[in-house]
C-alpha cells in the first residue's frame, strides 16, 4: 500500500469522526431545546387558560361603567342644558368635544373656566341659567349685565354713582380744617370765612359782663324775623339796645326769662 | 499516483470546511438552550402572576353594585335639582 493512499484513508477517518462529534453535539443541544420548550409550553397554557375568562368579565364591567357614564351624561345634560359642553370642558380640559359627542350634540365647546370660576360657573348655571359659554373662550368674558354686581349696586344709590363710596374723614395734623382753640368754650376765637369782618364778635360784654354770641346777618335774619314774628322781650337792660337773636350768659333769649 | 495526492488536498480542505460549519452549526444550538431556559422561567412567572385574575369577578361585582348605587344617586339629583 502506497503512502498516498494510507494518507488518504486517515483522512477519510478523522472527517467520518468530526462529523460524528459535531452532528452528536448538536443533537444533544437540540434535545435540551425540546425539553426547556416543552416546559415553556406548558406554561403558556397556563396562561391562556387563566386569561379566558378575563375578556368577558372586562365587556362586563365596561358595560356596567359605560351604563353608569351615560346615566351621569345625560342627567348633567339635562340640567346643565346648553353649558353642559362648557362645564365638561373646564374640568377635564378636552373632553368638552368628546362629550358632545357622545350625546348627539354639535356646537363649540367653550370653557367656561376661563370666564368664570369653576364653582360661579356651575352655580350660575344651575341657579340662574345666565349665558356663560355663549362667547369663544378667547374672547371677552361674557357676564349678564342683569345679574352683575354693578347692577345689584344700584340698588343701594349713593351719592356720586354706584360705586361711591363715603370717604374716611382726614384728623389730625393734616386735616385740610384745622380748628384753633378757643380762650372761651363754645365761643370762635376768629369769624369763619365769609362773615363779614366788620360785624360784631362774639365775646365778652364789657357793660354787661356776660358773654354775648353775635350771629351774623344773614344768620341771624331768620331769627330775627321769627323774633318779629313772636313777642319781643318785654323790656328790661338791654330790651331796645341787644338784637333778639343773642343770647345771655344762660343760653336764653332776652324774652326767655 | 498523482492523483491520489490530489485527492488527499481535497481531502483535507473539505474536512477544515466542513468542521468549521460543523462548529457553527452547534454554538447556534447551544446558544438556544439558556434562552429557552430563560423564556420557560418568564413563563411560570406569568403565569403565577395571572392567579389574581380570579379577583376581577369580584371588582366585577363590586362596580355592578356601584353603578346600581350611582343610577339611584342620579336619581335623587334629578329629583332635587331643577332642569336646565
Redesign the interface.
Known amino acids: 500500500m ?1 503512502l ?2 494510507g ?2 484513508i486517515v ?2 477517518t ?2 467520518i469522526a ?2 460524528a462529534f ?2 452528536i ?2 443533537i444533544f ?2 434535545v ?2 425540546n425539553k ?2 416543552t ?2 409550553i406548558g ?2 397554557g ?2 391562556i387558560g ?2 379566558a ?2 375578556n368577558g ?2 365587556d ?2 365596561n358595560s ?2 359605560v ?2 357614564r351615560d ?2 351624561e345625560n ?1 348633567f345634560l ?7 359642553g362648557g362645564l365638561v370642558e373646564s374640568v377635564f380640559p378636552g373632553e368638552g368635544a368628546k362629550f358632545l359627542q357622545r350625546v348627539g350634540r354639535s356646537g363649540p365647546v367653550v370653557n367656561t373656566g376661563v370666564v368664570y370660576t369653576r364653582g360661579v360657573g356651575i352655580l350660575a ?2 341657579g340662574r ?1 345666565a349665558p356663560i359659554g355663549a362667547a369663544h373662550a378667547k374672547g371677552p368674558a361674557v357676564r349678564d349685565p342683569k345679574y352683575a354686581t354693578t347692577a345689584a349696586a344700584t340698588l343701594y344709590p349713593r351719592p356720586g354713582g354706584a360705586r361711591a363710596r363715603p370717604k374716611s374723614p382726614v384728623v389730625g395734623t393734616d386735616s385740610p380744617l384745622q380748628y384753633q382753640s378757643s380762650a372761651t368754650p363754645g365761643v370762635r376765637p376768629h369769624p369763619r370765612e365769609g362773615v363779614d369782618v366788620g360785624a360784631p364778635a362774639s365775646g365778652l360784654d364789657p357793660t354787661t359782663g356776660r358773654i354775648v354770641i353775635r350771629q351774623t346777618e344773614h344768620q341771624a335774619a331768620a331769627p330775627l324775623d321769627q323774633a318779629q314774628a313772636s313777642p319781643p322781650a318785654a323790656g328790661g337792660e338791654d330790651g331796645g339796645s341787644s338784637r333778639p337773636a343773642r343770647l345771655d350768659v344762660t343760653g336764653k333769649r332776652p324774652w326767655e326769662r | 499516483m498523482i492523483w491520489l495526492w490530489i485527492m488527499n488536498v481535497i481531502l483535507v480542505v473539505s474536512a477544515v470546511l466542513l468542521i468549521a460549519l460543523l462548529r457553527g452549526v452547534l454554538g447556534a444550538a447551544k446558544s438556544i438552550v439558556p434562552r429557552v431556559d430563560a423564556i420557560a422561567g418568564v413563563a411560570a412567572a406569568a403565569s403565577r402572576d395571572l392567579d389574581a385574575v380570579v379577583v376581577l369577578l369580584t371588582t366585577q361585582n363590586y362596580i355592578s353594585q356601584i353603578v346600581g348605587s350611582l343610577a339611584n344617586y342620579g336619581g335623587s339629583l334629578d329629583v332635587a335639582l331643577p332642569d336646565a
Open positions: 502506497s498516498a493512499l494518507i488518504m483522512l477519510i478523522a472527517i468530526a462529523l459535531f452532528l453535539s448538536t443541544a437540540l435540551k431545546i426547556g420548550l416546559v415553556v406554561s403558556v397556563e396562561i387563566k386569561t375568562p378575563i368579565v372586562l362586563a364591567i356596567n361603567l351604563a353608569g346615566v351621569l342627567l339635562k340640567k346643565a342644558g346648553p353649558d353642559a348655571s344651575l341659567g
